[in-house]
């Protein structure tokens, strides 16, 4: 794990990889909420815009800042 971050609520927790995946976590149950964000590099930061909508994860082989708005999680 390379970086995290709680939404301003605390109901949900981003997190980034070296791998280049951003996932979203509900904080309360623990499970994956949404897809995932994949990125060509290793997550440097992430975290939420101020009004806790979409979510800004940076990182990459060229440092890039990414808006992102994940699809609900399958079957949900």
């Known amino acids: ?6 939404s301003p609520d605390g109901r949900h927790l981003l997190t980034g990889t ?6 979203r976590w509900d904080a ?8 995932d964000l994949l990125v060509d590099s ?9 009004a806790g909508g979409l979510l800004v994860a ?3 082989t060229v440092p890039r800042v990414y808006e992102w708005n994940p ?6």
Do not use: D, H, I
Not at 1 to 6: D, K, Q, T
Not at 18 to 23: D, K, P
Not at 42 to 50: E, L
């Open 28 to 35: 309360g149950t623990g499970e994956r909420s949404g897809e």
């Open 71 to 76: 699809a609900p999680a399958k079957g949900r």
């Open 1 to 6: 794990m390379y970086a995290l971050r709680f």
């Open 58 to 60: 940076t990182g990459g």
């Open 18 to 23: 070296s791998g280049g995946r951003v996932t």
């Open 42 to 50: 290793v997550v440097k930061a992430v975290g939420f815009t101020p």
